[in-house]
């Protein structure tokens, strides 16, 4: 069975109001999560069976890293309708989880220290996902991280226009 612990020491309140959502496992965008309390220290245990951090599947194609990315706009939008709001949380290459076949996305939830935009929050991530791919694939990124800055897209439209580059890539060859 694999696990990842957090210590929850200094940070029980953050989680306070979330526990009961993300210890019923009643979110399956979040990965299950249990939580040991004893009298010094309380730590919370996520379950990532079947799972790898994306941060640890190596160098991404252009399209697997646009498929990544596609994945977590997805889940992201899940996640609000279950009330895990983007400012709420730390997106980054350690915290979202992927399957073998790059199909199903989860989070393990991090409360954000200081809140930041929804926008800002996948810039960061996109920006963080240029070391895991390949050249041509930081391009990419680069083009979606400008569209994310403008604000000018909303989550379906985004989804709309990485297929249309994920098209781009497949008939052009790119690596």
Do not use: W
Not at 114 to 134: D, N, P, Q, V, Y
Not at 162 to 172: H, P
């Amino acid at each position: 069975m694999s696990r990842v612990y957090i210590n929850l020491k200094n940070k029980p309140l953050l989680y306070e109001s979330k526990v009961e959502r993300l210890t019923a496992g009643i979110c399956n965008e979040i990965l299950p999560l249990s939580i040991i309390k004893n009298r010094k220290i309380t730590k919370g245990i996520y379950h990532t069976d079947g799972y790898k951090k994306v941060s640890d599947v190596g160098i991404l194609s252009a399209m697997q890293v646009l498929s990544v990315i596609e994945g977590v706009i997805a889940m992201s939008e899940k996640l609000k309708n279950n009330f895990f709001f983007p400012e709420e949380y730390i997106l980054s290459p350690d915290t979202v989880y992927i399957d073998a076949k790059f199909e199903n996305y989860k989070l393990a939830y991090i409360p954000a220290k200081e809140r930041c935009r929804a926008e800002k929050s996948l810039s960061c991530f996109i920006g963080c996902m240029r070391k895991f791919t390949t050249p041509d694939g930081m391009l990419y990124l680069d083009t979606l991280r400008n569209l994310v800055e403008s604000g000018s897209l909303k989550s379906e439209r985004m989804i709309g226009f990485i297929e249309r580059l994920k098209g781009e890539i497949r008939v052009c060859g790119i690596k």
